[in-house]
């Protein structure tokens, strides 16, 4: 059973920077795809972006040019999401996602609240 474990959110300006990390446990195999969701009030959870282990990376349309998703070169099933620019709109829980199961990730952290203010 795989853990994951997200940290670094909290309270930021519009315009602002954040970056948020997630490690992933429980598992002695390096987890190929790794992910963050975001889920604001009243709204379905969403990709925000993805990375596998070869570096490819997929990003919502929403996010494009302003998160960008990383590894840890030193542990692999650590990712960072680098939040630049960032919207009152970008307001959310941030989940954490590992592996794939019909395009979804099969294990989900409990969520950490990102909060843009104006």
């Known amino acids: 059973q795989v853990q994951l474990a997200e940290s670094g959110g909290g309270l930021v300006q519009a315009g602002g920077s954040l970056r948020i990390s997630c490690a992933a446990s429980?598992?002695?195999?390096?987890?190929?795809?790794l992910s963050w969701y975001r889920q604001a009030p009243e709204k379905e959870r969403e990709l925000v972006a993805s990375i596998t282990t070869a570096g490819r990376t997929n990003y919502g349309d929403s996010v494009k040019g302003r998160f960008t998703i990383s590894r840890d070169n030193a542990n692999m099933n650590v990712i960072y999401l680098q939040m630049n620019s960032l919207k009152p709109e970008d307001t959310a829980v941030y989940y954490c996602?590992?592996?794939?199961?019909?395009?979804?990730?099969?294990?989900w952290g409990q969520g950490i609240q990102i909060t843009v203010s104006s």
């Open positions: 429980g598992v002695m195999y390096v987890i190929n795809d």
């Open positions: 996602g590992a592996g794939l199961r019909s395009g979804v990730p099969k294990d």
